[in-house]
């Protein structure tokens, strides 16, 4: 068995094609045909479902495609390790990020970049299920993600915050002159919201559905930027983590009130595959996380931003 034919068959379960795979590998199609068929032969198993095109992998095939990531995973992993002790860290730290936790990233990041600066840096912006499977296919080193009640299948999880929200909404508006606002009636205001199929939508709408109420989601999105340029621009308010007035700020006309009653937070964590010895880069991003507060300095945000308020500048 070669490392060349596991390439092969790990460029084929991306590809899904078999000329697309070949060309991924800067191999002619029959030999990669070949070096598949000749894996199937040593192993003495099918690997590839095969018609007219290519149809999938055989249950075998899918067992034999998992130990192809794991073994390939551990070759770079050994290839870094060794690397290290010649030239120092090197490679390529690939991340992946729910989006509403990317404004937060560059606090782990930019320090890691400055204590490895022959690194460099993947970073993805993935829904918490795509986090988990490109971590168990070995395409990703690392994932930022929601920490739930229960635990994650093959993974470690290591806590870096909680993610605390706040409404933000006009300075003249309903609430003008409030402290804090309940989430029942926050619910009642017109709200621009994540879609229903993101985790951080489906947070609020688990806490809103706590205080007995359901928000009027005007404007739905799967952009964060998309949600807060729709907020500046319009009359509308939007529940926000708190995380996001570190690079978003305060637009001008509006203030950022805490929600309470109740008063919600979620986990948000680190998550790498769980195996021993852990892969260099991600031992490397762990050794940041443990040396920084998180928590401390995006709480330091809510007192700055917290009830102040500009008017618009367009008036």
Same mark, same amino acid.
């Given at each position: ?8 068959? /790990? !460029?084929l ?14 191999? *002619?199609?029959?030999?990669? *045909?070949?070096? +598949? &068929?000749?894996?199937?032969a040593?192993?003495d198993?099918? +690997?590839?479902?095969r ?10 095939g899918?067992?034999?495609?998992r130990?192809?990531?794991r +073994? =390939? ?5 050994l290839?870094d390790d060794?690397?290290? +002790? ?13 989006? @509403?936790?990317?404004?937060?990233l560059p #606090? ?15 970073? =993805?912006? %993935? ?17 930022? /993600? ?6 994650l299948?093959?993974?470690? !999880? ?8 706040? %409404? #933000?909404t006009?300075? !003249? ?8 606002v309940?989430w ?6 017109? %709200? ?8 951080? &939508? ?13 928000p009027?989601? $005007?404007?739905?999105t ?15 308010? *939007? ?5 996001w007035l ?13 929600l $309470?009653?109740? /008063?919600? !937070?979620? *986990?948000v964590?680190?998550?790498?595959l769980?195996r ?6 991600? &031992? ?11 928590? @401390?300095?995006?709480?330091? #945000? ?5 009830g ?8």
């Open positions: 068995m070669l490392l060349r034919q596991l390439e092969y068959l /790990t !460029a379960a991306r590809e899904r094609h078999f000329a697309r795979a070949a060309e991924a590998c800067h191999v *002619s199609q029959p030999a990669l *045909s070949a070096a +598949i &068929r000749k894996l199937e040593e192993l198993v099918p +690997i590839v479902r018609g007219n095109r290519f149809e999938g992998f055989t249950p075998e899918e067992r034999v495609l130990w192809a990531y +073994i =390939l995973s551990e070759r770079d992993g290839t060794v690397g290290t +002790i010649r030239q120092g860290l090197t490679g390529r730290l690939r991340i992946g990020a729910i989006p @509403t936790t990317l404004t937060t #606090l782990l990041t930019v320090p890691f970049c400055a204590e490895h600066p022959q690194v460099g840096l993947s970073v =993805l912006s %993935l829904s918490s299920a795509n986090i988990q499977r490109r971590l168990a296919e070995f395409e990703i080193d690392a994932g930022i /993600t929601y920490l739930g009640a229960g635990a299948p093959h993974l470690r !999880a290591h806590h870096l915050y909680h993610e605390r929200y706040v %409404l #933000l006009t300075v !003249a508006g309903r609430f003008a002159g409030h402290t804090s309940t029942a009636d926050a619910a009642h205001i017109p %709200l621009c919201l994540l879609t229903p199929d993101m985790q951080n &939508r489906r947070t609020l709408d688990r806490i809103f559905d706590e205080a007995g109420a359901e009027t989601a $005007v404007l739905e799967n952009s964060v930027s998309a949600l807060y340029a729709h907020v500046r621009d319009g009359q509308w308010s *939007s529940v926000v983590p708190h995380a570190r690079v978003f700020g305060v637009p001008a006309g509006m203030r950022v009130i805490p $309470v009653q109740p /008063t919600a !937070a979620q *986990s964590g680190l998550v790498v769980d021993d010895p852990e892969p260099v880069l991600a &031992r490397a991003l762990l050794a940041v996380v443990r040396h920084r507060n998180l928590q @401390t300095e995006l709480d330091r #945000l809510l007192p700055h931003h917290v102040r308020g500009t008017l618009d500048e367009r008036e």
